[in-house]
């Protein structure tokens, strides 16, 4: 995406919809080239430039890559989240983002962002979207994921099976939630934020793990979306549906790491490159 045009956008409102997660509107004069996507796991890269940057004097059609001539600590921090809504009589896009304390960029960002505020982004990107034909959905994830889970919830057909399974700190952090009658929501509390919780309620023993592991497998071929804190979600579901259940690829493309405990997303692409290097190696 680094080679791609960045889309100027403005804050309109936020929203605070659970104690834990702002929304951000967005509006811009670029809305009109903001193609959506069908995906339900739509995300754009959100591009942070400081305030001390002067755009106007970097090479256009400004790109990520337009900001190489920067010395590396001017350069912008970039960071990936769902696009949750697309209001395009409004001309509006809607971000729900993860308040994870006054650390990190995109949701301290969130926390405080103010009508009028400026912010790049390229995309959309994505890749998954509930296949009609399986004969069930399994969707998994914590709050980073949630806003990916809810879209997929709302393009389910009304006739659609499946089970759902968001952790989340606790009871007053879930949300409203749009599902087909026969896709079971289940709620799964850790009991505090992700970043914070004690070792032994995350990572490799994240609540959500032994929710999804143990749950009754229903019959039929089942289509799996799975995302959030990748200790988690690499180490432990994703084992879980490709070797214990035996899950073809074809149905199990969607499942991956959101963020990981204790990187910011640059340390953390670097975690993904050495598992990925890791897991070629072991072919
Ligand atoms: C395809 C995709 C879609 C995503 N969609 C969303 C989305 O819709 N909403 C959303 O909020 N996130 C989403 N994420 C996850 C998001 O990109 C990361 O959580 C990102 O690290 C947040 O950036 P930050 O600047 O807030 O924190 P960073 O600067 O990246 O990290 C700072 C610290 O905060 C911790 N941290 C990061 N994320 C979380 C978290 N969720 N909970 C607790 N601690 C955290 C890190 O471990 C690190 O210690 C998505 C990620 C991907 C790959």
Redesign the pocket.
Known sequence: MAGRPLQHFTVVGTEQIAP??VRVLLEGSDFGTFVPSNFT?S?VKLV?VADAVDVAALPHPLTQDSFSVLPPEKRP?V??????KVDAAARQIA???????E????????ASAQPGQAIYLMGP??AYTPDPAAGWHLLAG???????IANALEALPPNAIGKAFIEVAGPEHQIELTAPEEVQVNWIYRGG????VADDRAGDFAPLIEAVTTTLWLPGQVHVFM???AQAVMHNLRPFIRKDRGVDAKWASSI?????????????RQWKKELAEAEAGAR
């Open positions: 834990h997660m796991d995300y942070f921090s960071r990936t989240i769902t696009v949750r971000l729900d983002i993860v308040v994870h304390g650390h990190g960029v995109a949701g301290a960002w969130a990107g994505g914590d709050e980073s994921a949630l806003p990916a934020r992700a970043d914070l995302h959030g804190e991956s790491g959101y963020w990981r405990r204790g990187r910011t997303e640059e340390t953390f």
